[in-house]
């Protein structure tokens, strides 16, 4: 009988995990995964299902990517442990960091270990730079920490006990948020006018405030994309007013969006950029933060440690993911077949769905809702059931958005042209399966 299923996998999970590390918010939970391989996992009961949730972009390169592993295994028999001992892979994945960033002659790297923590390892190293608070925009997610919870402009955040009182989280209203604009605008002719409530607050307040944080795209919250103008504004309003300008790439960076950093393809350059997630390969955890040398060393020495930051094996391997996006074709067929999940899937949702919108950039593809149903509750039920109809499908997607209405597909950049032939076609059978009665 198989382990993972002889008691019932669901009560044997609740048994001995504590509530908060379940996700039954997510329509999408439930199988038991013991196995995957590029763009496919496998089930408990030997299901195949195609991932377009990849880690949250974690998994960048899909499932046991052979190079990735073969480093890991060699790494293995050369070295153990080491905490925050120098070693070869530190300077050198530092040094690599600063030239993808682009801030070689006037960059440093800290190093971390989750994205929470990078997104901490920022704020500090900002209010050391320039005291003051700290403003995060709305439907940002930049960790689930204690403190990072109240950069996060969720109402989850609004249950956090503990009070982090230089933090302000703005508006909704704040961000380009195009498809459901909060301001009822329509780009280009709006101006980016969702950006002048958060321009007049910073004038007036400029010398209070350290640092601004910002998704150059929402990442868990959707995968909105705002127009490069809105972050090319904010990017000279905050260096006209000198106040520090964060981006938190922990999904955006290293080829999601088609680039090393979202920001660069939107054409800005943040004071300090925070990494995560795919530096690890999908196998080890790690961060970083990159940015200004003199920012970053406003951090007084020995006060910024953590056991299994940048440590050799989990350089070793962010070290060849670095190598890999470098001298191969990923980003390029990340591009690749982004564009063609867009504009097949817009094809078939819109047969079924015909206000259905969609949107992404480089490796992504999110289909927009909202606008489907004659009330907002309906859509966002809609969407729900139709990511529920797609893993029954075997198709992963993540539902998303800052109304949750959002389906996202968020593919490795190994995958191949039937595996987006086949994404398609799993797609198609779901859609026809979701009852739409709801929706008039």
């Known amino acids: 009988m198989n382990p993972y299923i002889s008691e019932g996998w669901s009560q044997r999970e609740s048994r001995v995990l504590a509530r908060a590390a379940l996700r039954p918010h997510d329509p999408t939970y439930g ?3 013991v196995r995957g391989e590029g763009s496919r996992l496998w089930d408990a009961e030997g299901r195949d299902y195609l991932d377009m949730t990849c880690g949250y972009s974690a998994n960048n390169f899909g499932h046991a990517f052979q190079p990735l592993v073969d480093v ?12 925050q001992q120098s070693h070869p892979g530190r300077w050198e994945l530092a040094e690599q960091l600063l030239s993808v960033c682009a801030y070689q002659d006037r960059g440093k790297v800290l190093f971390n270990v989750t994205g929470a923590r990078a997104i901490e390892t920022a704020w500090k190293a900002a209010v ?10 709305g439907n940002a997610f930049h960790g689930r920490s204690i403190a990072t919870s109240h950069l996060s402009a969720t109402a989850r955040a609004a249950e956090m006990v503990i009070n982090v009182s230089e933090v302000e989280q703005l508006a909704e209203s ?16 709006c101006h980016v006018g969702c950006l002048d409530g958060l321009e007049a607050k910073l004038r007036r307040h400029a010398a209070e405030i350290s640092a601004v944080f910002v998704e150059p795209a929402l990442g868990a919250r959707g995968y909105v994309f705002p127009p490069a103008e809105y972050m090319q504004r904010l990017r000279s309003l905050t260096s006209e007013l000198g106040i520090l300008l964060i981006s938190d790439e922990v999904q955006m960076g290293l080829g999601r ?15 300090l950029v925070v990494l ?10 790690i961060s970083a933060v990159v940015g200004r040398a003199e920012i970053l060393d406003c951090i007084p020495p020995g006060s910024e440690s953590e056991t299994y930051a940048a440590n050799p094996l989990a350089t070793a391997i962010a070290l060849e993911v670095i190598r890999q996006l470098r001298s191969g074709p990923w980003m390029d067929n990340g591009r690749r077949i982004g564009e063609k999940l867009r504009c097949e899937i817009a094809v078939v949702a819109r047969d ?14 999110a289909l927009e809702l909202a606008h489907i149903a004659t009330t907002r509750q309906a859509a966002t039920e809609y969407t729900a059931q139709l990511a529920r109809d797609c893993m029954e499908t075997g198709l992963l997607v993540h539902r998303s958005g800052p109304l949750g209405t959002r389906i996202v597909l968020i593919p490795a950049l190994t995958t191949n042209d ?13 859609i026809r399966a979701t009852p739409r009665a709801a929706l008039d």
Request: overall charge negative.
């Open 31 to 33: 199988p038991v995964f």
């Open 72 to 83: 890991a295994t060699g790494h293995l028999r050369l070295i153990g442990h080491i905490t």
């Open 128 to 137: 050391s730079s320039r005291p003051g608070r700290v403003i995060s925009l």
């Open 174 to 189: 704040d961000f380009a948020y195009c498809a459901c604009c909060p301001i009822g605008l329509t780009f280009p002719d």
């Open 257 to 271: 969006a088609g680039d090393w950093l979202l920001s660069t393809a939107q054409g800005w350059q943040a004071d």
């Open 276 to 285: 995560g997630k795919s530096l690890g390969g999908g196998l080890v955890p």
């Open 352 to 365: 079924y769905l015909p206000r259905a919108n969609m949107e992404g950039v480089g490796a992504c593809a």
């Open 418 to 430: 039937a595996e987006v032939a086949e994404t398609i076609a799993r797609f198609s059978t779901a």
